[in-house]
């Protein structure tokens, strides 16, 4: 079984440019979770769907990111524009329910602003 | 004061060693305590859980919770170079985990 999908891997931008990033969640998976992780740092959830609604989104800085799951399948994440502090790692999870305990991460976008 | 608190190492033991691993947590309403494993630019990987309290064994991997004092531990024994890595703790309730920074752990053979 194929696992949570990532693109791109790495991605090098400049200040104030927009970026996208796209996940492609375990088939069959329902819930799906966009991270953050900073350098040293643990995941931080930005946001959680259920199918296709967004039922937590309370951490995301709605200034500048936006995230979709059209269809309840796939999903991406943008930022405009990039920041430098926005440099980390954009960490895409899925699971089969609502619970926890059987969250699957994907390898993450490393994102770097200049 | 964060609510999962877990000292980032790194922890360096030689191989064959039992290693401890530990997170406090300040939330008393968490039900759910997890420790994933993540390697060098990989996403992070569930090794085990635990629901409520008590002590949970898979291998050579054990987890416990003590709610009362709100910590949780991970052993490893017999640990291998293969286990080097960063460990994180998370804990929460049904839909929603807080992580704690991650101990980056070395073993050397």
């Known amino acids: 079984e194929a696992g949570v999908v990532q693109s791109p891997r790495y991605k090098i931008i400049e200040k104030k440019q927009p970026v996208a990033f796209w996940c492609n969640p375990i088939?069959?998976?329902?819930?799906l979770y966009w991270y953050l992780q900073n350098l040293g740092q643990g995941p931080e959830l930005l946001i959680r769907y259920e199918n296709e609604e967004a039922v937590d989104d309370s951490q995301l800085p709605k200034d500048r990111f936006s995230a979709e799951r059209l269809k309840g399948v796939d999903s991406t994440l943008k930022i405009q524009p990039a920041e430098l502090g926005d440099s980390a790692v954009y960490l895409c999870a899925s699971s089969p329910g609502a619970g926890v305990e059987t969250q699957y991460f994907g390898p993450g976008t490393r994102l770097l602003v200049l | 004061q964060k609510e999962v608190e877990q000292d980032p190492g790194p922890l360096s033991v030689p191989e064959g060693a039992i290693v401890s691993l530990n997170c406090t947590y300040s939330n008393s309403a968490f039900q759910y305590f997890m420790w994933y494993r993540q390697y060098s630019r990989k996403g992070p990987e569930l090794l085990m859980y635990t629901y409520s309290s008590g002590n949970k064994e898979d291998g050579r991997f054990t987890a416990q919770v003590d709610k009362s004092s709100k910590y949780i531990s991970l052993f490893i024994r017999d640990s291998q170079p293969s286990d080097s890595a960063t460990y994180l703790c998370?804990?929460?309730?049904?839909?929603?985990?807080?992580f704690g920074k991650g101990t980056m752990l070395l073993v050397s053979p």
């Open positions: 998370a804990t929460g309730g049904y839909s929603t985990l807080t």
């Open positions: 088939s069959g998976h329902n819930t």
